[in-house]
């Protein structure tokens, strides 16, 4: 067992070896700890992952829109900014599978971890066992979701002429840049980061105004059509901002292909 803590090892035995796989499982390791980086770069090659380390926030969220990984293994304590503010950042476009390493004790920093949109977390010091354990079961969770027909949320999307770049956050329209409300940006975002997957009216509702907001889907109806107007071709005809009747809305990634 190897325990991994704010000070380096307390121990250490030789890991397991596996014939890799392929194609390789990408993990992208977020710590500012040398030690730590180091035994955990170790640990997951010698089980033939693939291992891309980043020491900042700003670099692992560059990291992801780069080069989208299988799983984000991220400390929360980086130097330039709060592990939960990346958490916050990639859940804006993605739902890669998110542990949190942290050496914070506190029941509200977990509860505020998770809140954020991270998938678990382990506590410093931890034994490396535990840690594989608990990755190998999200990967498991997300090979479901592809096995189901799941399909996971991109950087940038094209509608029509316009590229939304959910990372970014920015939205062009034949290279001119569009500008959206907040609320806008709100229902994109969350219809972008389920694509081609129905979202309820209220789960809209409670996500972008806050709870307690279920009778007022005219609100919603006003903003779909306002982006309707900005991102879709034919607004009245739309191809990828479509309603579900009486029930919600759906983002579809591809138009339709003409009719030969």
């Avoid at 803590?5 to 014939?19: A, L, N, Q, V």
């Avoid at 190998?136 to 590229?163: C, M, N, V």
Wanted: net charge neutral; glycine share 8%.
């Amino acid at each position: 067992m190897i325990a991994v803590g704010d000070s380096g090892f307390t121990c250490w035995t030789k890991p397991r070896y596996r014939k890799a796989t392929a194609p390789m499982t990408n993990i992208l390791v977020v710590d500012d700890e040398p030690q730590i980086l180091r035994a955990l770069r170790i640990n997951l090659k010698a089980r033939s992952y693939e291992v891309e380390t980043a020491e900042r926030g700003v670099d692992a969220l560059a990291a992801v829109a780069r080069h989208l990984p299988d799983l984000v293994l991220l400390d929360l304590g980086l130097p330039d900014m709060d592990g939960v503010e990346v958490v916050l950042g990639l859940r804006g476009w993605t739902d890669v599978p998110i542990m949190v390493l942290t050496g914070r004790s506190e029941q509200s920093e977990k509860v505020r971890v998770l809140d954020a949109g991270a998938d678990d977390y382990v506590t410093k010091p931890f034994s490396m066992e535990e840690l594989l354990a608990r990755l190998r079961a999200l990967l498991r969770r997300r090979d479901f979701k592809a096995d189901s027909g799941f399909e996971p949320a991109r950087a940038q999307y094209t509608i029509g002429s316009s590229t939304v770049d959910l990372a970014a956050h920015t939205v062009t329209r034949d290279g001119e840049s569009v500008r959206l409300t907040r609320t806008e940006w709100a229902v994109l975002e969350l219809l972008m980061r389920h694509p081609n997957q129905l979202v309820t009216i209220n789960r809209l509702l409670a996500e972008v105004w806050g709870p307690g907001h279920s009778g007022d889907s005219g609100h919603l109806r006003f903003h779909v059509a306002r982006l309707r107007r900005k991102l879709e071709a034919d607004p009245q005809r739309p191809v990828h901002l479509i309603t579900e009747f009486g029930t919600g809305y759906r983002f579809v990634s591809a138009a339709p292909e003409p009719p030969g």
